[in-house]
């Protein structure tokens, strides 16, 4: 039975899935799970992912990377003293608006440090960065989509609430950016570029939790921010 096969593998998507899904998403699945004995609503599974937000790449991607690009921002190559701040595990997909995974997509992320100050000679306050902070890092994604980054909870600097920003490079495709923001952040309500996704969902998509990482002592945080494009790309 086609539509049978069709459902049933549909559900082995889900189950593999289910932890990196945005909540709205999993709460759609929930439903779809319920109903699947009985239903099953051709497109509503797409319509449930919300496309993240394009947002201004800024004034402060590194004009020289650093020497090391690795995805652990808190330790330059060999260094034996970890960057300043708060340890956090950044992590997320990369999917396309049906939940599918894309893969070899590099995803290069940069922010101020503890203190911040950009790795950027034009970022106010540039005399006194942690060099121990790599500031950039870069993951290319595999057959999951997945990416990871260790760094740490950015900070406030003048004029923005804190984020991180994010840039996806894929072979053929412009550079597309983004910013992701901390839950809970007063500043988030007044912030110039937040505010500036005008779709309600769309900007409640980029601000995450910082949560701290069950089971560690050392008060590291775990944030989780999958990018949902919105193209397929040529298999
Ligand atoms: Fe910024």
């Given at each position: 039975?086609?539509?049978?096969?069709?459902?049933?593998?549909?559900?082995?998507?889900?189950?593999?899935?289910?932890?990196?899904?945005?909540?709205?998403?999993?709460?759609?699945?929930?439903?779809?799970?319920?109903?699947?004995?009985?239903?099953?609503?051709?497109?509503?599974?797409?319509?449930?992912?919300?496309?993240?937000?394009?947002?201004?790449?800024?004034?402060?991607?590194?004009?020289?990377?650093?020497?090391?690009?690795?995805?652990?921002?808190?330790?330059?190559?060999?260094?034996?003293?970890?960057?300043?701040?708060?340890?956090?595990?950044?992590?997320?997909?990369?999917?396309?608006?049906?939940?599918?995974?894309?893969?070899?997509?590099?995803?290069?992320?940069?922010?101020?440090?503890?203190?911040?100050?950009?790795?950027?000679?034009?970022?106010?306050?540039?005399?006194?960065?942690?060099?121990?902070?790599?500031?950039?890092?870069?993951?290319?994604?595999?057959?999951?989509?997945?990416?990871?980054?260790?760094?740490?909870?950015?900070?406030?600097?003048?004029?923005?609430?804190?984020?991180?920003?994010?840039?996806?490079?894929?072979?053929?495709?412009?550079?597309w950016t983004t910013q992701c923001y901390i839950k809970g952040e007063t500043q988030n309500d007044t912030d110039g570029v937040l505010r500036g996704i005008k779709d309600e969902t769309q900007r409640a998509s980029v601000i995450v939790d910082f949560a701290p990482?069950?089971?560690?002592?050392?008060?590291?945080?775990?944030?989780?921010?999958?990018?949902?494009?919105?193209?397929?790309?040529?298999?």
């Open positions: 039975m086609v539509g049978g096969e069709f459902l049933a593998s549909g559900l082995l998507t889900i189950q593999d899935t289910t932890m990196y899904l945005p909540s709205t998403r999993r709460r759609f699945l929930s439903n779809f799970t319920l109903g699947a004995a009985g239903l099953w609503v051709p497109g509503a599974f797409a319509e449930a992912l919300t496309l993240t937000p394009k947002q201004t790449e800024g004034p402060f991607y590194p004009v020289d990377l650093p020497l090391d690009t690795d995805n652990d921002l808190i330790r330059l190559n060999d260094g034996l003293t970890p960057a300043l701040g708060e340890v956090t595990h950044l992590s997320g997909r990369v999917t396309d608006a049906k939940g599918e995974p894309i893969r070899n997509a590099l995803v290069e992320i940069w922010q101020v440090d503890h203190h911040g100050v950009y790795l950027h000679k034009g970022s106010s306050g540039a005399g006194k960065r942690d060099g121990n902070f790599q500031g950039f890092g870069r993951f290319m994604t595999g057959s999951t989509g997945e990416y990871y980054f260790r760094t740490i909870k950015p900070v406030r600097y003048p004029g923005r609430t804190p984020h991180i920003h994010l840039a996806v490079k894929m072979k053929g495709r412009e550079k990482l069950p089971g560690v002592a050392t008060g590291e945080l775990a944030a989780r921010f999958d990018i949902v494009m919105g193209f397929t790309p040529a298999a």
